[in-house]
């Protein structure tokens, strides 16, 4: 599981109705592409309703979505190729992504 690094004493709080959980990912290998099932993995939350942060890997960056409708977290970086697409896409289908980590705030209930 690319979930590490949550414990009761780092990054807790409650925002409004919410609860908020910092926790290191990384990014798993193989990618799927639409995503990947999280809830019910992040400690003290039952639902994740949304998900903030970017991953790293050296000067690249991949910026996180939870996808709401189909409860997965998926991930998204620039198509530098295609000057024309748009300026994110959708990670491509089995890209191993396990060199790629950040820290991320979940919100749940």
Known sequence: MPISNVDPFR???IWGNSR?????YTGPN???TGGESLDGKVPS???IEQ?????RSGTSLI??????ATKKLQLFWGDNANAGAAALIE???ATNL???TGDLTFVGK
């Open 11 to 13: 990054g807790t709080g």
């Open 20 to 24: 908020m959980r910092i926790a290191t």
């Open 30 to 32: 193989p990618y799927t």
């Open 45 to 47: 939350l039952g639902t």
């Open 51 to 55: 998900v903030y942060g970017t991953l």
């Open 63 to 68: 910026v996180a979505y939870w996808d709401k």
């Open 91 to 93: 990670v491509t289908n």
């Open 98 to 100: 396990s060199g790629y």
